[in-house]
């Protein structure tokens, strides 16, 4: 598996290539100007740090969903919601906050690889392929969400989310489940990372109602009002 590591600082990008290494081939930029300027043919991830020297993190993010697919996982020291937010809006995919273990890197990559190379696979030959549910028309074989007619562009993780959620509109489905079905079996860390895919993807559909709350439980798919 090959990774574009986006890392200013020489001794934390020393690190991560050092633990990935033995079962990854890594690429170092230490800019923006340098990752937009990277063919992303052949590279399955891309970690990408927010505080670069030429320019945000987030606005490299942006410019590279311009143009590619690609598996962007956000490795920054900022933890705030705001971040994490932002980012997921930009089209990132998941988001580690510093300082972190290896292990946990590399349980983050092989699941937002698993995840990225089953969805296409998922779609095929299915006989449901898009459902509406108050004006939001879910399509999983074309990966589309469109809101009244209007294309919501989602990031795949977002896409796998509302899919899920809206499977059983009204069922409340457990945080934990969650996280297990959508994420990984093997989930590191806290939930705050489905917090802030939930907030994305209520702001891009524009009403916190499309996915309540549930408080002490998880969330439930509901609809616009």
């Known amino acids: 598996m090959r990774v574009l590591l986006v890392e200013d600082d020489p001794s934390v990008a ?3 290539i050092d633990g990935l290494g033995i079962s990854f081939a890594v690429t170092h930029v230490p800019t923006g100007a340098q990752a937009l300027a990277t063919s992303l043919e052949g590279i399955d991830i891309i ?3 927010l505080g670069l020297p030429d320019m945000d993190g987030t606005d490299v993010c942006r410019e590279i969903r311009k143009g590619s697919q690609t598996p962007i996982i956000v490795v920054s020291a900022r933890g705030d919601e705001i971040d994490r937010v932002l980012s997921l809006e930009m089209g990132a995919d ?4 510093k300082p972190f273990g290896m292990r946990e890197l590399v349980a983050r990559i092989r699941a937002v690889a698993r ?6 696979a998922a779609s095929e030959g299915s006989s449901e392929t898009a459902r509406t549910l108050h004006g939001l028309t879910i399509d999983t074989r074309a990966q589309r969400v469109e809101l009244n ?4 562009h989602l990031t795949p993780k977002e896409f796998e ?11 409340v489905y457990r945080r934990q489940d969650i996280l297990h079905d959508v994420w990984d079996t093997n989930w590191y ?3 705050k990372t489905l ?10 559909l524009g009403s916190a109602n499309w996915i309540e709350s549930v408080r002490g439980v998880g969330f439930r798919f509901g609809g616009p009002s």
Do not use: F, M, N, W
């Open 14 to 16: 020393a690190g991560i």
């Open 47 to 49: 970690l990408l740090d």
């Open 94 to 97: 998941d988001y580690v906050v």
């Open 115 to 120: 995840r990225t190379a089953a969805a296409p």
């Open 149 to 152: 007619g209007e294309e919501i």
């Open 161 to 171: 989310l509302v899919v899920y959620l809206s499977e059983d509109p009204g069922a």
């Open 189 to 191: 860390g806290t939930s």
């Open 195 to 204: 917090d802030a895919h939930i907030a994305a993807i209520r702001k891009k």
